[in-house]
């Protein structure tokens, strides 16, 4: 039986890829509006207390809206999801038996994921910490592989 870590490469990848056509910048350190100290996007390092620093360079709080996405398939073990989104994406966190990455190049943002056992995706896997409203998220691709390292036909990801 095929390991999940020939998927997960290959969808570190394509988010890589997908994601070095979204603009020009890189990543790395920015600097939050009216502070003059840097913040890495993602961290609370350059951020008060109780702030996280966004995808955008400015800190917000740590409480921001929050949606979750949901994977369509129980026979799905890893996935790979494109958003788009005019709210900024702070982070994606991941539940138990769930591992993960997240990469932020607004208007895009791409999140990875797989599961660390041979069990579905609970409904709560995956959730997003958003700047705004959630609803302004739309996913624009998902491929998502089953137990055999194989692409799934049909599978798709939704932000509740």
Known sequence: MKTLSTPI???????????SAC???G???TTPPGTGEGCTPGTTTGCGDGEVCSSTGACVPEDTASGRLVISSSEARACEIL???TAPIVRATYGAGVEGAFRARPPRFAVAVSQAGNSAFAADAIQLAVEGDPSAVQVMSTTCYGANG??????????Q
């Open 27 to 29: 990543g790395g350190t």
């Open 23 to 25: 603009d020009g910048g």
């Open 9 to 19: 490469i290959f969808s570190a990848l394509l988010i890589a890829a997908g994601l």
């Open 83 to 85: 958003l788009s989104s």
């Open 150 to 159: 194989v692409p799934l036909a049909g599978a798709t990801a939704s932000v």
